[in-house]
């Protein structure tokens, strides 16, 4: 974990590409919508910002492009205004997961490494410490079995599994994610792919689905977006 905090800053250099899917189901598994989205990812005022370009492969209508501009905006001046107040924004991948809490609230053992990609990886398994209650693992959002696969060369995330095991997550018991990670350019590890299959809470109903969000073009720089 230092250590992915230390790479950080080779990993703010590159702006990249994230094309997005999400499919919904009924009570029946039968699809119900399906759809797809392009963004840039890029770091406005020191942080990741995703600036939606692209729905179902066309560019936005006219009314949502003006709307992602002055989203843009808006979200880079509160950040400008934050920043004064507390200092520069550290940006970073954003996990949904509670890696953080690795060390003190789960249980890690390690297992047989593994090879992907023709690079070594030492695993591990992360459960919630034993005896943890039920409901405040819920309530901490730390309610996740996890099987972890670390480069052992770089000591970095490179493949990351999760599944619910409490009742009123983000996510529903039972759902799966997933994170991947590349190494670019030989120098920083980005996400590569998200991927989510399982249910979850939408517009007040109990749903099942599946979303996929690979990432590409990543493209080095040597300063941020700032928006005057």
């Known amino acids: 974990m230092e250590l992915r905090k230390q790479a950080d800053a080779e990993a703010q250099r590159y702006t990249y590409i994230e094309h997005s899917t999400n499919i919904n189901y009924d009570?029946?598994?039968?699809?119900?919508?399906?759809?797809?989205?392009?963004?840039?990812?890029?770091?406005?005022?020191?942080?990741p910002?995703?600036?939606?370009?692209?729905?179902?492969?066309?560019?936005l209508p006219e009314k949502e492009a003006k709307a992602e501009v002055r989203r843009l905006e808006d979200v880079a001046k509160a950040r400008r205004?934050?920043?004064?107040?507390?200092?520069?924004?550290?940006?970073?991948f954003r996990f949904e997961l509670p890696l953080d809490q690795l060390a003190n609230r789960f249980d890690v053992q390690a297992i047989a490494p593994e090879e992907l990609d023709g690079r070594q990886n030492l695993?591990?398994?992360?459960?919630?410490?034993?005896?943890?209650?039920?409901?405040?693992?819920?309530?901490?959002?730390?309610?996740?079995?996890?099987?972890?696969?670390?480069d052992a060369r770089d000591n970095a995330f490179r493949r990351i599994e999760a599944k619910v095991v409490g009742e009123g997550m983000r996510w529903e018991k039972d759902s799966v994610v997933v994170f991947d990670f590349a190494k670019?350019?030989?120098?920083?590890w980005l996400p590569a792919r998200f991927s989510y299959q399982g249910r979850v809470r939408y517009m007040g109903r109990n749903i099942m689905a599946e979303a996929e969000q690979t990432y590409s073009d990543y493209k080095k720089f040597q300063a941020e977006t700032v928006v005057r």
């Open 27 to 47: 009570s029946k598994g039968k699809e119900t919508h399906r759809y797809k989205d392009t963004y840039e990812i890029i770091f406005l005022e020191g942080a």
């Open 49 to 59: 910002y995703k600036k939606h370009v692209l729905h179902d492969d066309k560019s």
């Open 81 to 92: 205004e934050q920043r004064e107040r507390h200092g520069l924004l550290h940006a970073s």
């Open 123 to 150: 695993v591990f398994t992360a459960i919630p410490s034993q005896g943890s209650d039920a409901k405040a693992l819920v309530h901490d959002g730390l309610a996740y079995e996890m099987k972890l696969w670390v």
């Open 184 to 188: 670019v350019r030989d120098e920083a």
